[in-house]
């Protein structure tokens, strides 16, 4: 009876052995699928993203540091870079609350299946559907950052509504199609940002300081000397021939006696000195009564950059930016580089071009856009728009003087 017993038991182990080692490697294989899924799609994200960002005048490299290349997306879009690793940390902090919230609920089961006391049924129930309920809360704030982000960004690239949706579902497409597809980057409308939350109130324009009128307490202007009024000449002294057998006149304070000489003649009134600047009539000099009109020089005009610096500005067509170049059209362009801390200068942002009514500013499909004097809006890209002072490229303030004649 004994034999029999262990004889039919020893083929039942061993299907049950057979059994889990079976589903242990389909367990193995379906993990490794799963892991080079994970990878291929990352990678073909990272390379999508590395094209859009190379449009963007971004590090390529950026694509593919994790966390990075979202905050990247969010400073493209207008908004703060941080709100990337707020999704990211929110996704691990859903994770460990789940997985705590399912193996306390779990284990509350258990201890009432083995005689503990609660509701077995309902502990199970509980671990079962509060973790879809933090992944569904999770992933419904997720969408929603993500369709902030994106609809600026998309209006950057010419595209609309549906392009905002795909790219909150479905980053890596949304990174293929615009990345390698025909979108250019127009830059993102300064108006048409939408608020981050959170964000602090714009500061109000500093007033520049009046000047103050020191006039009043400034001495009195000296007075001019005053010209000379015209003498006349003193009659010349008239010598006197002495007599033969003259006395001499003896006073010790007398001047010593002339010299006979000859009877002088008879004294002569010089004649009025002209008063200086009186000029001649014309037909009496014959100088031609003819002004030369003088020619008027080019003023020279200067740029002064955020870093206080002055550059000249010795061509006609300036080209401004990060690192700008010439364009094709214009390889004479003088190039002005741009030293921006806060990295808003696009590579080559904007054109300065001098015509016979002044200068004029066009905007070259920059990231930031323009600002011209004291307007909230961005001047239109490729449009040339007259300046005159003060603008701004991005966060970088620069002062145009054209110069004084």
């Given amino acids: 009876m004994q034999s ?7 083929p039942i182990a061993e299907d049950a052995a057979g059994s889990l080692a079976g589903v242990a490697a389909v367990s193995l294989v379906a993990v490794v699928i799963q892991l080079v899924a994970a990878v291929g799609v990352y990678v ?21 540091v994790p966390v990075w290349n979202l905050w990247l997306l969010f400073e493209l879009s207008g908004m703060k870079g941080w ?6 940390g929110g996704g691990i902090l859903t994770v460990i609350l789940s997985t705590v919230t399912s193996s306390l609920f779990a284990q509350s089961a258990q201890n009432a299946a083995f005689g ?26 997720a969408v929603i950052l993500m369709l902030r982000m994106m609809g600026p960004l998309n209006r950057g690239f010419g595209r609309g509504s549906g392009f905002v949706v795909l790219g909150a579902l ?3 497409v949304w990174a293929s199609v615009i990345g390698w597809g025909s979108a250019t980057w127009q830059g993102v409308p300064r108006g048409g940002i939408p608020p981050t939350p959170f964000a602090a109130p714009p500061a109000a324009p500093v007033a520049a300081p009046a000047t103050a009128d020191t006039t009043a307490f400034a001495p009195p202007p000296a007075p001019a000397p005053a010209a000379p009024a015209p003498s006349l000449a003193s009659p010349a002294p008239v010598a006197v021939p002495l007599q033969p057998g003259a006395p001499v006149p003896t006073n010790p304070w007398s001047p010593p006696p002339l010299a006979p000489a000859t009877p002088a003649a008879a004294p002569i009134i010089a004649a009025p ?6 000029a001649a009539p014309a037909a009496e000099t014959g100088v031609e009564e003819h002004t030369v009109l003088a020619a008027h020089r080019r003023p020279s005009a200067t740029l002064r950059l955020p870093t206080g610096e002055t550059v000249a500005l010795t061509a006609a067509v300036i080209v401004l930016g990060r690192n700008p170049a010439p364009p094709t059209d214009e390889p004479g362009a003088q190039t002005v580089a741009i030293d921006d801390a806060t990295r808003t200068v696009s590579k080559t942002h ?4 001098r015509t016979d009514d002044g200068w004029n500013i066009t905007d070259l499909s920059s990231t930031n856009g323009v600002l011209v004097g004291d307007s909230e809006s961005e001047i239109p890209v490729g449009t040339p728009t ?13 002062t145009l003087d054209a110069g004084a004649r």
Wanted: glycine share 10%; aromatic share 10%; no cysteine.
């Fill in 350 to 353: 904007a054109l300065l071009r």
């Fill in 116 to 141: 503990g006391g609660g509701d077995a049924s309902g502990a199970l129930l509980a671990a079962a559907v509060v973790p879809v309920v933090l992944f569904l809360v999770f992933a419904a704030a």
């Fill in 170 to 172: 479905l980053l890596p």
């Fill in 83 to 88: 709100w990337a690793a707020v999704l990211v």
């Fill in 4 to 10: 029999v017993t262990t004889g039919s038991v020893l």
């Fill in 386 to 398: 007259p300046l005159a002072g003060r603008f701004l490229l991005g966060d970088a303030e620069l």
């Fill in 273 to 278: 000195v002209a008063p200086p600047f009186d």
């Fill in 44 to 64: 073909w994200g990272s390379m999508a993203l590395a094209a859009v960002f190379r449009k963007t005048d971004r590090p390529p490299g950026r694509a593919w």
